[in-house]
């Protein structure tokens, strides 16, 4: 099933031609990259719950959790207790990079099965792909708030301890 612009735009809201211009270059193919996806590069996982895409997010989750066991691993057999500073900016720059080089596209993985499931369901008007696409600005202020009490909490942890 081919994916119509119409259905495109009522999926990912106000900001349709920006993702369609970008996703173009992606489908030319011939090595034009879509450019650099800034807010994913600023926001990395924000962007992904703002944007809806929470396999995605709970994916990169996953490998968070994955590369800090890899991490401890890592420090352990070298016998060093805390990693230095450049290899956490390292680590860090190298997430965010990852987010605004593959953003543009994941959103596109996304969009585009998420209307295909939608038409498996027979769901498939304007109204339908408004209410399932678009935006949430509830999620990443959800997770800022989840985030802030898991650091308040490991805070409050680690001063009790003795």
């Known amino acids: 099933m081919d994916v119509s612009s119409e259905q495109l735009r009522a999926f990912i809201g106000p900001r349709a031609d920006y993702y369609l211009t970008r996703w173009a270059r992606i489908d030319a193919g011939g090595g034009r990259?879509?450019?650099i996806n800034w807010p994913?590069?600023?926001l990395g996982a924000f962007w992904l719950v703002y944007r809806r895409m929470y396999r995605f997010f709970w994916i990169f989750i996953g490998?968070?959790?994955?590369?800090?066991?890899?991490?401890d691993l890592v420090l352990s057999l070298l016998k060093i207790q805390v990693a230095p500073r450049p290899v956490?900016?390292?680590?860090t720059l190298a997430?965010?990079?990852?987010?605004?080089?593959?953003?543009?596209y994941w959103?596109?993985?996304h969009t585009r099965r998420c209307i295909h499931a939608l038409a498996r369901k027979g769901e498939l008007s304007q109204d339908q792909l408004r209410r399932a696409g678009g935006t949430s600005v509830l999620a990443p202020v959800g997770l800022l708030v989840f985030f802030l009490a898991a650091m308040v909490l490991a805070l409050i942890s680690v001063s009790s301890s003795p």
């Open 40 to 42: 994913a590069l600023l």
């Open 95 to 104: 997430v965010a990079a990852t987010f605004g080089t593959f953003g543009t």
């Open 63 to 71: 490998v968070l959790v994955l590369a800090a066991i890899a991490e």
């Open 107 to 109: 959103y596109q993985l």
């Open 33 to 35: 990259a879509p450019g």
């Open 88 to 91: 956490d900016v390292v680590i």
